[in-house]
Structures are given as C-alpha cells and as structure tokens.
C-alpha cells in the first residue's frame, strides 16, 4: 500500500468511528478496570477493618462478611480523644498555609516578571533538600528559644514547606498572565504596585486558590517536622495516630478507624478541588 | 501648602517602584535564606565537634573525626546507603514504567474517565503516615490481607514487613502504590502538550502503537518525562514516613529497612549523637545535591 492510499484507508475507518481495533478496546477495558482496584481496594480495605471489631479483624472468615460496628470510632474520637488533635492539625495547616500566602504571593510575582533565575534556584533548593537535615539543626535553634512543643515552630516549619511549593507553582501561573493588562493599568494611572494589587491579583485567584490547597495538603499530611518539633498538646493527627501501637500490641480497629478519620477529609477536600490539585501538583514539569 | 508632603510622597513610590522586585521577593527570600542557610551552617558547624547527649555540656573541635567514622561505617551507614539507592532506583523505575502505562490509558477520552482520573489522586493525597499503617494491617503475617489472598491462590505466605529479606522490597511496593499516580498525573498533563499530527504522520508511515509511543511520542515528552523522574527520584531518596511508620526509628531489629534519613534521625534522636548525626546529614545533603545535578546535567545533554 502506497503511503495515499494508506492515509486514505485510515480516515475512512476514523468516519467509520473504528479509530481503536476491538482488541485494543478489550485490552484497555481490563487495564483500567485492573487500575481502579489496584489503587481503590486497599483503601476500601482500610474502611472495612476500620468497622470490625479486634476479633473480627482477626478472623479470616470474616474478610468481607461481617457485623459493622462504630466501636473503634467511638474509641478515637471518645477514650483517645482525637479531636484535640484534629483542631491542632487545623490550625497549624490553616495558619501556615495563610502566612505562606502572604510570602510567596508577592515573591512568586516579583520572579515571574523580573525573571529572577538565581533566586528561583534558591527556591528549587529549599525543595529537595532533606527535611532531616534541616529540622534537626532547627530543633536545636528552637530549643534554645524556647519554642520547640508550640505551635510557632510548627508553623514556621510548615510554612518553610508551603512557601516554596507556592512560589513554584505561582511562578508558572503569573508567567501565563498577560503583562499588557497592567500596562494599560498605569496608562490609566495606577502605579506598578497598584496594577499588580488592583489588576493581576484578583485574576490569579485560582492560582492562589492551587496553591493554597495543596500547601493545606502537604501540611495535614506532614509527619516529621511534627515529630521532632510537637509537644503533647501540640501533637498533629500524623503523629497521634501511633497512640494507638502499644509496647505489647496493637488496636488494629482503633488504628484504622484514626487513619479513616485522618484520611476522609484530606482525600474529601482533594476530590471537591480536584482541579486544582490536579494543576498543582503537575505545575512547572510541563514547561520545562 | 503641602508641597514638602508631596515630594516626600514622590520620592517614597519612586523608591518603591524602583526597588519593588526586591520588596516583593525580599520577604519570602528572607525566610528561605534564614531558615536554610543557618540551620545548614550550624550542621556544618556541630559536625566537626563531639557534640552529644547535651547541646549544654561543652563539645570540643574533634577535625574531620566524625567524617571519617561515618565514612568507614561499614555496619550501619553503608548498607543504609546502599539501601536508599536500590529504595530509589526500584521504586522510582517501576513508578515511571506503570505511571507511563497508565497516562497512556488516560490519554483519550472515554466515558467514567473522571471517576478513574479521581481514584487514583486518593493514594496522593491520602496521609502517608495512616496508608503506612494501613499496609502495616495487609502485610502482617498471620491476619493480613496479602497471605489471606496467597493462601487463596495455595501459595505460602511470606512475612512481608517482618522479614530483613522481605522488608525492603514490600516497602518499595507500598511506595509504588502511594506514588505511581503522581508520575501518571505528570505524563498526563505532558501528553496533553505533545501535538497529535506527528503520531498521525508516523501512523500512515506503518509504525505500529509500540513504535508510535517509542520514536515519536516519548522523545516529545523528554522534558515531562525528565521532570517527573527529578521528582520522584529526590522524593524518594528521602523517604521518611512510611519507613518510621512501618519499621520504626532504627529500621527494624536488624536495621533492614535502614535508609539514610532513618539513620540519620536514629544516631540524632535515639543515640543522641549530634555530632556525628550532623556528619551524616552533611553528606546526606551533598548527596541529594550531587543526584539532582547529575539528572540536570543529563537532561541538558539530552536536549
């Protein structure tokens, strides 16, 4: 077959909608359905053991068949008293992830428009670093101030997590504003600040937004730096949940009913923004 | 009237206009530097010293004393090393592969595309800590899940986490499971970038899907591809959660599951050794610098 006559067979079969060949499609039906569990099942996994009792969960015959209970829920949130934990979680989440924005909004900006590559390059940098090599030296400094076991340090810490992860990501998204709106701002008389504040800022919202929610999530989700630096007060959710492992043994039921509540609202905020966890979690690879 | 007020106002939004890339960035790029640069210089500092136990108690200069004894470690430091690299080629290689089965899968439309596009962000974004403990639960050895479903099939169990042959490996595969998303994600967004008329052309031209993908598709996404394996590579050299969460501090009896981030964080918190922890962490460090400038360096030849 010439190369024409090629080109020509093809796009009759695309008008034809035949475009895949029926194996393909098989193929690919089995593929992703085999996706879907792989990924789904241990999860759902996690929800099931969550509802069992310990004589259940230890129980082969009860794998799928068994009798729900909300007693280890009860345990989490009554007998362990979860919800101080949840509230700190949420205030070193939300505090840090507001104070990063007020940082890493006008700094993402500024190295968007002015091409800052050095300083972008420190950013980057504070990106792959270690977090152990920098938060055990930070341990030190904190205690000597006094601050490790409140939440200023864990804060601070979060924030100097959140911080370049926005400006990575805010850098890509003012690069795809256009320049020419705040130019026409200060023909009409706005200072170059005043553009940026009046004209740029409200159109980045969903850039913000991005970046906002994924700093939320990378804070909810961060175990070390609670670690090292809470103190029993000041626990995170990540670093309550081993009150459930004991010396001797393990409440199997308790520590999956904690890691279904730990896990149900991150993965809930996830999938109500799920856009913008999308676009922010692949921003900058696209480009380069 | 007011004129001294109004030419001091002037003056003022000149300066700022003049200097407002550095009023913008300064405050983040103080931040950075402060919280980087002087924790780095203090590590640096404490190890050269016998810093231990007490930061209080007087430490002495002990020269390139902790170095060395890190450097011929051969017990503990080395297998740790040796373990975050074969950590990191496994997961990060198998994680490409499948991620890049998967964003090919994702590629054309289909109908319940959102729902699997929604599933598989779930291991993403799930707490690492909580999916640790979750594993933890499958792979226990007399009620979990995967010798249950072994047994189903009448194959032994195996031990799993438990086991120094078994740990690492069935460690790489839960960070298989929490990360391949995230590279599926990355050559997503990718392939939505690359043009379709020269995978069109090549498809008149005969070439068969494997070929398409091979010698037109893949070389498109160089940079997509280059970024996601920069990410998870440096990621997973520094693995920490799952690795405490599943094997504890010292990375189980026999260290099995030891990375460099394990120990580092043992010889600090546990055998309080500041000192020589400090060395570690320097070496860490010049080691993930060393892994992201050789994959820059290389991703440049490439292109």
Known sequence: ?288 | MSSPVIAWRAAISLWVNRNRKWILSGPAIAFIVLLLVIPLGYTLYLSFTDAGSSLRASFHFTGLGNYTNVLTDTRRFWPAVYRTVLFTVGAVSVEMLLGAAIALLLRREFRGQGIVRVIILMPLVATPVAVAMLWRLIFEPTIGFANEFLRFFGLPGSEWLSSPSTALPTLMFIDVWQWTPMVALLLLAGLTTVPEEPEEAARVDGANVFQRFWFVTLPLMRSVVFAALILRSVEAFKTFDILYATKGAGGGSMHEAETINIYAYGINFSDNRYGLASAVLVVFFIMVLVLVTLQIVARRRGQ
Request: charge should be positive.
């Open chain 1, 1 to 288: 077959m010439t190369r024409r006559a090629r080109a020509a067979t093809l796009r009759a079969s695309r008008r034809r909608g035949m475009r895949p060949s029926r194996a393909y499609n098989v193929f690919r039906v089995i593929a992703l359905a085999s996706v879907v569990v792989v990924f789904i099942f241990p999860l759902v996994w996690l929800v099931l053991a969550s509802l069992k009792t310990q004589i259940d969960i230890y129980d082969p015959s009860k794998t799928f068949i068994f009798s729900p209970t909300l007693h280890n829920f009860k345990t989490v949130f009554g007998a362990q008293a979860f919800l101080p934990f949840f509230r700190n979680s949420l205030i070193v989440g939300v505090v840090s992830t507001a104070l990063s924005l007020v940082f890493a909004v006008p700094a993402a900006y500024a190295m968007s428009r002015f091409s800052m590559t050095k300083s972008s390059i420190m950013v980057l940098l504070a990106r792959v670093i270690p977090s152990i090599s920098l938060i055990v030296p930070w341990y030190f400094l904190f205690a000597k101030i006094g601050m490790v076991g409140g939440y200023g340090a864990m804060i601070i810490s979060h924030m100097f997590l959140s911080v370049p992860l926005m400006v990575w990501i805010l850098i890509s998204f003012f690069d795809t504003l256009p320049i020419e709106l705040e130019e026409a701002a200060q023909v009409d008389g706005l200072t170059p600040i005043g553009a940026f504040v009046r004209v740029s800022l409200p159109l980045s919202i969903p850039g913000i937004a991005t970046a906002g929610i994924l700093a939320f999530i990378f804070s909810w989700n961060n175990f070390l730096f609670s670690l090292i630096l809470s103190g029993s007060n000041t626990k995170t959710l990540p670093v309550a949940i081993f009150n459930f492992i004991g010396y001797a043994s393990i409440d199997w039921g308790g520590l999956m009913a904690a890691s279904v509540s730990i896990t149900v609202p991150i993965i809930a905020i996830a999938m109500f923004f799920q856009r913008y966890v999308v676009s922010g979690l692949t921003a900058g690879a696209t480009k380069g």
